[in-house]
Structures are given as C-alpha cells and as structure tokens.
C-alpha cells in the first residue's frame, strides 16, 4: 500500500471515528477518537486470526508507517504552531517563572527518579537493563505532550493561572527533553571512551533549545513585519504555513530544536501577528485554516496512536512492568511539580491545589511513543516501547479523562460560561 492510500484510509478512519465519537460516544475527541481505534484494533488482531486478506493488508500498511518520522518530523510542527498562536503571552508572561522551571528543571528531576526508579525496580520482574536505557526511558516519559494537553484542556473546566501554566510547560519541555533523550541515548549506545562530556551537553542544549528560541523569535518578527503590510487573507495564511515548514527545515539544517523555533515563532505571530498585522477577516481566516488543521492532524495522530498497538510486541511481563510504570511515572511527576514549586512559592503566588492539577493534567502522547520508537531495534526497545506504550494509554484515557472530576471535587472548576470566555 503506497503513501497516498495509507494517508487516504487514516483519514477515512479518523472521519468515521469522529462521527461516531460525536454522535454516540461524546467523548473529548482525542479520547474518543484513541478508544475507537483502540477497540478498532483488537477486533482487527482477533478477526486476523483467521487471516482475512483486507485484513492482513491494513495490518502490513500499518507497520510500513514510521510513527517517529510522520510525528517528529512532520506532524509535530503543525500542531505546535496551531497551540502557540491562540496562547494568550500576556498570561504565559505571568507564569513564566514556573513555566520555564517546570520545563527545565523539571523534566530532569522526572527524568532522574524514573530512570532511577526503573532500574531498581526491574530486577524484581527478572529483567535487567542498565542504568543509561532506564534514564532513557525516563527522558522520552517525563515531558508532557502539547498535543495531548491542548486537545484535552480545550474542553476542561481548569481556571486560567493553572490551564497557562499546563499548556506553556507543554510546549516548551519538549526542547528539553528532546536534548537530554539524545544526549543519554549517546550515553547508552557509543563507547565509555567517546561519551559526551557535560560540557559538550551544555553546548548541545544552548544549540538546540536557546538556538531554536532564537530562530523562532526572528522567523515570528519577520513574519509579523510582512503580515503587517498587506491584507490578503489567502497570503497570510500561506505566510503562516511557510513560516512553519520552512522554519522547521530551517532549524533542522541549523541543527536547533524546530519544536522550539515552532513555538516561539508560534507565540509571536500569536500576540502581535493576529492582533495587529491583520484586518479583522484575515484574522478569522487564518484562526479558522490553523483550527481546522489542528482538529485534522489530531484526529489522524490519535488514530495512529491507537492503531499501534497492532504493531507492537507485548508480554505478560511488559505488562506488569508497564502497570508499574504508571504508578512510577505519577510519582515522578508529583515530585517534579512538588519541589520546584516549593522553592518558587518565595517569590509567586500559586493558587490552591497547583501540584495536584499540575501533577494530574501532565499528559504524556505520541511524543513519547515516537522517541521510544525511533530507538534501534533490540531487545531493550522492545521493552521500553510496550511500556511506554501502556503508560500514555493510561495517561490520555484515565488522566484525560478524569481531569474535569478533579477540579471539581477540589472545588476549583469554572463555570462553563466562564471558561468559554477564558478561550
């Protein structure tokens, strides 16, 4: 099956499924759309037993897609930006100091208890990994997804300080993260004699992360000077897709983050693009072009996400050490949020119940699924894939799906007018 009908039948399927979400399951659609092809995929695993040919078929066309590259190197980009232009800066500015401290320091703090955390407790499954591909495994869980976050929060009842403090960490811990995955996997697979230096890390993340901030600033400043010029909504909305496809190719040939040169451009073009480069009909032109991408990526990738399980290789084992995950990851993110909020509460004001919410609604999703993916075939990425598989499966269906329930049983949940109006 060629790219075109692969693309062609995820489309169909995230249409059909949609529908059905809409008119009998009235899930969140991201949640809805993951249970369906969940459902969808063990029906196919069970009838594929008695090797239906359409069948075997689909299966083949679904293990020819490269998850990590459609995501990472596709995908990814599109939905970062269509997050970042509707997020209020103003508010984000507010929060920055947890923002940023929850997407640093953070994700290492995540990164160092379940990696820790892993390696202690796997010998009890008699299974053994060493030390670095556990801390790998911690680096590719500990960020919370943007696409996650975003699809979820759009119908939750959180109030403003706590859904800008989710959603910016959201989108800048992926720098982070990305950089620490790739520096421990050098850690994990080249020779004790050629492993990076910690300087040599320093270096990596000031490329990556600061490179990408900067390269996105400058793509969104010279994107605003161009908006401002003209009102055209059909070329303002091609300046926008090219601001995102060719600032992602920029940063991937300068060798920074694209996540973050995505966002940044993102959140200018957001707060002075929108707001004051366009007429009030380009606006709405573009507001509806990049919400009706967003709403079609997410259903495909979700799809996706749910259809992987086909692929995917599970034992009784990988279970269990993924129901442990769980519980393992919670408490990574609870100390991640916990201590750095302590040391900042000297200097801001976090309203009640912050570490539950922030702790609760840190969604993991198919950036995590795509870096264990894009590991080298072996033995250890069979295990780490299946659990990270099982952990973002609990995390977007169980934790997605309970968030509004939490707010409310901690009284903390806005009115739905009011949260409309907060959007």
């Given at each position: 099956m060629d790219l075109y009908n692969v693309f062609a039948l995820l489309l169909v399927v995230a249409a059909l499924f949609g529908y059905l979400n809409h008119r009998f399951l009235r899930l969140p659609s991201t949640i809805g759309l993951m249970v369906l092809a969940l459902v969808s995929s063990v029906g196919i695993a069970v009838l594929g037993r008695f090797e239906f040919p359409s069948l075997i078929g689909i299966v083949k066309a679904l293990r020819q897609i490269d998850f990590h590259a459609v995501l990472m190197q596709v995908m990814l980009s599109f939905l970062l930006f269509a997050g970042a232009i509707h997020v209020d800066v103003r508010q984000l500015g507010q929060e920055?100091?947890?923002?940023?401290?929850?997407?640093?320091?953070?994700?290492?703090?995540?990164?160092?208890?379940?990696?820790?955390?892993?390696?202690?407790?796997?010998?009890?499954?008699?299974?053994?990994?060493?030390?670095?591909?556990?801390?790998?495994?911690?680096?590719?869980?500990s960020p919370t997804d943007p696409v996650a976050v975003m699809g979820i929060l759009k119908q939750a009842r959180i109030p403003k300080q706590l859904e800008t403090s989710i959603v910016g960490e959201s989108l800048f811990n992926d720098g982070t993260a990305l950089v620490l995955f790739v520096s421990l996997f050098e850690f994990a697979t080249v020779p004790d004699s050629s492993a990076p230096t910690l300087r040599s890390l320093g270096a990596l993340f000031a490329q990556e992360a600061l490179g990408g901030v900067a390269l996105g600033g400058v793509?969104?400043?010279?994107?605003?000077?161009?908006?401002?010029?003209?009102?055209?909504?059909?070329?303002?909305?091609?300046?926008?897709?090219?601001?995102?496809?060719?600032?992602?190719?920029?940063?991937?040939?300068?060798?920074?983050?694209?996540?973050?040169?995505?966002?940044?451009?993102?959140?200018?073009?957001?707060?002075?693009?929108?707001?004051?480069?366009?007429?009030?009909?380009?606006?709405?032109?573009?507001?509806?072009?990049?919400?009706?991408?967003?709403?079609?990526?997410?259903?495909?990738?979700?799809?996706?996400?749910?259809?992987?399980?086909?692929?995917?290789?599970?034992?009784?084992?990988?279970?269990?050490?993924?129901?442990?995950?769980?519980?393992?990851?919670?408490?990574?993110?609870?100390?991640?949020?916990?201590?750095?909020?302590?040391?900042?509460?000297?200097?801001?004001?976090?309203?009640?119940?912050?570490?539950?919410?922030?702790?609760?609604?840190?969604?993991?999703?198919?950036?995590?699924?795509?870096?264990?993916?894009?590991?080298?075939?072996?033995?250890?990425?069979?295990?780490?894939?299946?659990?990270?598989?099982?952990?973002?499966?609990?995390?977007?269906?169980?934790?997605?799906?309970?968030?509004?329930?939490?707010v409310k049983r901690l009284g903390i949940s806005l009115p739905t007018e009011a949260n409309s109006a907060a959007h």
């Open positions: 920055r100091l947890p923002v940023i401290t929850l997407a640093t320091a953070g994700v290492f703090i995540s990164t160092l208890f379940i990696g820790g955390a892993l390696y202690l407790a796997l010998p009890f499954f008699q299974l053994q990994l060493p030390l670095s591909w556990c801390l790998l495994f911690g680096a590719l869980i793509l969104g400043y010279v994107g605003y000077q161009l908006l401002r010029t003209i009102d055209n909504y059909q070329v303002e909305v091609m300046l926008t897709l090219a601001i995102v496809t060719g600032g992602t190719a920029l940063a991937t040939s300068l060798h920074t983050s694209a996540p973050l040169a995505v966002v940044a451009a993102g959140l200018i073009i957001g707060q002075h693009g929108r707001k004051h480069g366009m007429s009030d009909e380009s606006r709405e032109y573009v507001d509806k072009f990049w919400e009706m991408l967003d709403e079609i990526l997410n259903a495909i990738l979700f799809v996706l996400i749910g259809f992987e399980i086909l692929v995917l290789r599970f034992e009784t084992t990988y279970l269990l050490v993924g129901l442990g995950a769980i519980v393992v990851v919670l408490l990574g993110r609870l100390l991640a949020v916990f201590l750095p909020l302590q040391i900042l509460s000297r200097r801001h004001a976090f309203s009640e119940h912050s570490v539950k919410v922030l702790t609760w609604c840190g969604l993991r999703g198919g950036i995590s699924v795509a870096l264990a993916l894009s590991l080298p075939a072996s033995p250890e990425q069979e295990l780490l894939v299946a659990v990270t598989y099982i952990v973002v499966i609990f995390s977007i269906l169980v934790q997605g799906l309970t968030i509004n329930r939490l």
